[in-house]
């Protein structure tokens, strides 16, 4: 089933495959993520969004320059921004991971001893999309709140908080949860008066959140001073992933896939995924970095900084084949 027939002239296709090539060796998953991007965009076709045209057309034609140690550099493309794809979902992770690096930096270097959390927030799973749209403005109004309960403010020094929606596949349910990289006082872990426990978080968040039953709470120190920063690491990798999984979507079950993009996309409809406050913001915002929703995502880190002859260099151009599932070079005449 393809609904973009495509009008490229294979003749003017070679059968040279992209290969995208890091500088660690790893190849870039272009292929993987165009072949889901276009299962999506079948599912959108099919559930008559205006933007199904749109989200296939995302990633089309990639326009790469050769760097001078010989590795491409993306330099020109369109890509589609909708929350759920899979190729901007990609090119958004390694943003905000590297925003999310740049931004840690810097609050380090001004705040040397300043301790780290990682702090998951979750709210009773959402049945629908209507359900989960109300529970996801919820979840940001009571992450408003809990940082400005006094015992959680007296020690803030700032935070960066990703919002994650999960599919159950057994139940059919969303599990929609909140990732904060919270930077906290050095104090907060002296005595009862600034140390927030498991205990306390759990029932600060359930008075934030208005709510009756316990909710699920997880919170985790991260090791100060650790070699290699291995947590810290890893709660910024946590952080920056993708706010929605593709496969959670593009399950065996083309009626399930159906509902649930349609209630993905009825629930996370205008909602900011990825959000800084306090010093991070502060940072953030010093370092020019863009916007980690919807900045540019050509430029997904420092190493991709053009360079000055970059417009007059070759342009090598790989185009999606629809029919056969792969981008192929254009060759050039
Ligand atoms: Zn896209």
Same mark, same amino acid.
């Given at each position: ?15 040279? &495959? ?38 296939? &057309? ?114 059919? &349910? ?72 593709? &496969? ?86």
């Amino acid at each position: 089933m393809h609904f973009y027939n495509t009008t490229e002239n294979t003749n003017n296709q070679d059968e040279h &495959a992209l290969k995208d090539v890091t500088k660690s060796g790893k190849e870039r998953p272009w292929r993987e993520k165009k072949i889901d991007n276009v299962s999506y965009a079948e599912l959108l076709q099919i559930l008559k969004f205006q933007k199904a045209g749109n989200v296939g &057309a995302c990633g089309r034609v990639l326009e790469f320059k050769p760097t001078d140690e010989g590795y491409l550099k993306l330099f020109k493309t369109w890509f589609c921004k909708s929350k759920l794809c899979p190729v901007c979902n990609w090119r958004r992770s390694m943003k905000n991971s590297y925003q999310a690096q740049r931004v840690v930096e810097e609050v380090i270097k001004e705040k040397p001893k300043a301790r780290w959390l990682f702090l998951t927030l979750t709210a009773r799973n959402a049945v629908d999309g209507h359900d989960l749209k109300s529970s996801l403005s919820e979840l940001t109004k009571a992450f408003n709140k809990l940082k400005m309960y006094a015992k959680v403010k007296k020690n803030l020094i700032g935070f960066m908080r990703s919002t994650e929606v999960t599919v159950n596949q057994e139940t059919g &349910a969303y599990n929609q949860h909140m990732h904060i990289l919270l930077c906290v006082e050095n104090k907060y872990f002296r005595g009862i008066d600034n140390y927030i426990s498991h205990e306390d978080w759990t029932v600060l968040w359930q008075k934030a959140l208005k709510i009756n039953y316990r909710p699920i709470v997880k919170v985790q120190a991260i090791k100060p001073n650790k070699k290699g920063d291995s947590d810290i690491q890893s709660a910024i990798k946590e952080t920056s992933k993708y706010s929605v999984k593709s &496969a959670d979507y593009l399950t065996e079950d083309d009626e399930r896939n159906l509902e649930i993009v349609s209630d993905l996309e009825h629930g996370l409809f205008r909602k900011r995924m990825i959000s800084y406050g306090g010093l991070l913001k502060e940072k953030h915002k010093l370092l020019n970095l863009d916007d980690a929703d919807d900045g540019n995502l050509i430029q997904t880190s420092d190493e991709e900084e053009p360079s000055d002859n970059e417009e007059e260099a070759n342009s090598i151009i790989a185009i999606w084949n629809y029919s056969r599932q792969n981008y192929y070079l254009k060759l050039e005449r």
